[in-house]
């Protein structure tokens, strides 16, 4: 490691852009050097640091020379922005979604291929929760054999943030709800547990708070494995739930609430099921674990920090793994052809 600063750049400055910045600056070899936001000016930034009203005027700066670009805006810019910047010679950390559908993720990847030398890793954070990185340790460890099928509820008690006129509400905007909003991150750890699902059913609804993106998402997904999902992505959820199971052939693995910054989802907790067929008649031994602290925000950013710094290929939130993942919300999407043909929807034609 060496003593290099990184000078970085940050595209959006709402809630994420925050987060992000606050440990950002716990690095010692980042260096933020500008901000940019639409409400700029009503925000409190620190001295040194200049400022921009938009990401194309921070970008196309020459005198600012940053090296990092870090894209927290929406979702209809956040393709937008990663293209400039990795065009602009920046090695890129993106929020999730990567974009409003596959097809920006696929002109992202067209950018990365002309800019090989820079890093390009997407925020999938859930990934780095404790109770997660445990979870797949033990998965990893087969020790409780092949996983057999999971069970996911991600739900929220609304689709929007603030007020009505929230961006997450306008389809042009935000190119879905809750599920290309929230629940990706369900989707993304089944991907993680399970590999990519081939067989996909759904039932996609939007006749709660009757906006044109989805309110709840039921879906049943089998891989070529044979390992079989089932994915409840909600905004009728009142009481705020994050919950896997993820079931194997001696024993499971409970993954339930999640530390987050609404505080809403209840205590981060990892269950170990050890099951004995011939002893337990279905009461097995069982061990929770509570996890009391967040790092994943900082743990992320470490791994983006020394991807950049040393030169390591990102293994982890890579261009390869939001596709894949944007390519499944999409098939979860067309798998109920009203839905589909409501909004006109295609599904990748690589999806495998």
């Not at 603030?162 to 989707?187: C, E, K, S, Y």
């Not at 967040?294 to 470490?302: A, C, G, Q, V």
């Not at 499944?328 to 043909?341: F, G, H, R």
């Amino acid at each position: 490691m060496n003593n290099k600063k990184i000078r970085v750049a940050i595209a959006g400055y709402g809630i994420l852009g925050k987060v992000r910045f606050a440990n950002i600056i716990k690095f010692p070899c980042f260096d933020v050097v500008a901000i940019s936001d639409f409400l700029i000016n009503d925000l409190i930034i620190e001295k040194g640091i200049k400022t921009y009203t938009n990401y194309v005027d921070m970008l196309d700066d020459d005198s600012l020379k940053y090296d990092a670009v870090f894209v927290c805006l929406t979702n209809d810019s956040n393709s937008e922005a990663t293209i400039h910047a990795l065009n602009r010679g920046a090695h890129v950390f993106c929020e999730k979604p990567p974009g409003r559908n596959v097809e920006d993720m696929y002109k992202v990847i067209e950018a990365e291929k002309r800019n090989v030398n820079k890093k390009l890793m997407y925020g999938f954070n859930h990934r780095y929760h404790d109770s997660v990185e445990e979870a797949l340790r033990i998965l990893r460890s087969n020790k409780l054999g092949k996983v057999i099928n999971m069970r996911g509820v991600y739900g929220k008690s609304k689709l929007t943030t603030f007020n009505q006129t929230d961006w997450r509400i306008n389809r042009d905007i935000a190119g879905g709800g809750v599920l290309l909003d929230q629940g990706i991150h369900m989707v993304d750890l089944m991907r993680l547990f399970a590999g990519e699902f081939k067989t996909v059913y759904s039932f996609v609804e939007n006749s709660c708070w009757n906006y044109d993106v989805e309110d709840n998402v039921y879906a049943l997904m089998r891989t070529k494995n044979g390992i079989v999902s089932m994915l409840n992505s909600s905004a009728t959820q009142w009481r705020h739930k994050f919950h896997l199971d993820v079931n194997f052939e001696k024993g499971s693995l409970v993954l339930s609430g999640i530390l987050s910054g609404s505080k809403s989802y209840g205590a981060e907790t990892l269950t170990v099921v050890s099951a004995n067929l011939d002893s337990d008649h279905g009461n097995p031994k069982e061990v929770t674990t509570k996890y009391n602290t967040d790092l994943s925000w900082y743990k992320e950013i470490e791994e983006f920090y020394n991807c950049v710094l040393n030169n390591k290929k990102v293994t982890s939130g890579t261009s390869y793994d939001s596709l894949k993942t944007m390519e499944l919300v999409y098939k979860i999407y067309c798998s109920d052809e009203k839905w589909k043909q409501k909004y006109n929807l295609r599904e990748s034609n690589n999806y495998e």
